[in-house]
């Protein structure tokens, strides 16, 4: 093409996520900055329920999508309409995400230049009540017959596109949106703004090369284009020594955010990069070690992860923090019923806190022989080397919509990452098999915790063979 075009898309759909709701209707307007060239407009069949304010919102009822085609039957027209050509909608978030979990589906990876004319409008008006559609639309007082219809919304968009890039500095704004604030003078002189806009908007880590072919930088992202785009934007210190060393860029697709946060650590220790910082270090700055007192029983404490304790001492487990060290030693402590005195969580030298609180069977002042209590500790030593009290399978997803991601916690310590077939997933040996097995370090399993208690996921206990979340 000779010259700029835009594919101005607007659609309608059963819900707001684009995970689990599905496209009604899709509209397409094809604007080459001048004229419009071209436009498209169909129903679509989203194969699921209409809830009754969706068809309020819309008039897109049941019957309406009943014979319509399905998203398939049309998916390589909207590739037809929309390639080469910058994607534009209003709040594109939303309509690129839809059309990328569509296509997802399909097992095709939808990738588009794009520019929302929700942010383009702020920068071109500012100062107005709103950026809705429907605001704009009375301020400018375009001409629309059906509103929150997909064709109708689309021309709308459209005349608003063209009144923004009418204005010399908005067609400026609309260039540096587009080229995700990217200053193609600030780029390193190696790398091409065509080369960034190659690049997928995919969960995965991405790895910066010097000019040596050495990596200098390893990253994580759900986006890869859109956080290496903000790197090259970055005016810190971190990104001018990025701008200064950036080569050439490399990337792996890991679909899960858990596995490419696994990745990461493991391949920042691995490397070493000279422009990350964070994670590098392979030991944490407290562990728990356990020795035997002078009356027969066994002790655990808190200490400084230093070399020298590391080579003196009885290390179990290290940790990024005192509080954290405390804690997982606390938590074993009360569910052996151990001595606090004997964990120097509360140091005595007679009967212990806990013994008051009938909470320790009494080996501080007396009451339990070393032999009896150090069953219990051994079983504590146990525990406390395993940073999870289980063996399980965590699945997430893969790299494509029909594959799953693995990740084995087994000996109650992180083992590693794989792949699997969704359709295999309920296979626990297959699955383990899938593994690649890796180092373990300390940080891997703060971030198995984090990432669980925060987003959750399917989890498989090995030894009972069941879901416990």
Do not use: W
């Amino acid at each position: 093409m000779s010259k700029r075009e835009y594919a101005i898309v607007d659609i309608e759909t059963t819900g707001g996520r684009a995970s689990r709701s599905r496209i009604t209707e899709i509209g397409i307007v094809v604007y080459d900055g001048e004229k419009v060239t071209e436009t498209y407009e169909t129903l679509i069949d989203p194969e699921q329920y209409i809830p009754a304010g969706i068809v309020e919102l819309t008039g897109i009822t049941q019957e309406m999508v009943a014979g319509q085609p399905k998203f398939y039957e049309v998916a390589k027209r909207i590739v037809e309409l929309t390639e080469g050509r910058i994607f534009v909608a209003h709040n594109a978030k939303f309509d690129y995400g839809f059309l990328r979990a569509e296509f997802g589906r399909l097992g095709y990876t939808f990738s588009r230049r794009q520019l929302c004319t929700v942010r383009l409008a702020r920068k071109c008006f500012p100062g107005l009540p709103s950026y809705s559609l429907g605001n704009l639309i009375r301020h400018f007082g375009f001409q629309v017959d059906a509103r929150h219809r997909a064709l109708a919304d689309a021309q709308a968009t459209t005349e608003l596109l063209e009144r923004c890039l009418a204005g010399e500095d908005c067609a400026a704004e609309a260039q540096q949106l587009i080229n995700h604030g990217i200053k193609e003078t600030r780029l390193p002189k190696q790398i091409k703004l065509e080369q960034i806009m190659e690049l997928p908007e995919e969960t995965g880590v991405y790895y910066f090369h010097d000019a040596n072919g050495d990596v200098v930088y390893v990253g994580k992202s759900t986006n890869i284009r859109k956080r290496i785009a903000q790197h090259f934007n970055d005016h810190t210190t971190k990104g001018s020594r990025i701008a200064e060393k950036v080569a050439d860029i490399t990337y792996e697709i890991t679909g899960s955010e858990l596995v490419a946060l696994l990745l990461e650590s493991e391949e920042i220790k691995r490397l070493q990069p000279r422009i990350n910082r964070a994670q590098r270090g392979q030991r944490f700055s407290h562990a728990i070690h356990s020795y035997v007192n002078e009356r027969g029983f066994r002790c655990f404490d808190v200490i400084r992860n230093t070399a020298q304790a590391r080579k003196e001492l009885d290390i179990i487990s290290e940790y990024p923090s005192i509080s954290r060290a405390k804690g997982r030693l606390n938590f074993v402590r009360k569910h052996l019923e151990l001595c606090s005195a004997f964990t120097n969580i509360y140091p005595s030298k007679s009967a212990c806190f806990h013994y008051h609180l009938k909470q320790c069977r009494g080996g501080c002042a007396g009451e339990e022989d070393p032999g009896e209590y150090n069953l219990r500790a051994e079983e504590a030593r146990l525990h406390l080397r395993s940073v999870f009290d289980d063996d399980f399978l965590l699945f997430d997803c893969g790299r494509s919509h029909d594959e799953a991601s693995v990740i084995l916690v087994e000996e109650g310590k992180y083992q590693g990452f794989g792949f699997i077939d969704k359709e295999c997933a309920h296979d626990i040996a297959m699955a383990i098999d899938s593994v690649k097995r890796t180092v373990t370090y300390p940080d891997t399993a703060r971030i198995i915790q984090r990432y669980v208690s925060e987003k959750g996921g399917k989890m498989v206990n090995l030894s009972t063979g069941k879901v416990v979340r």
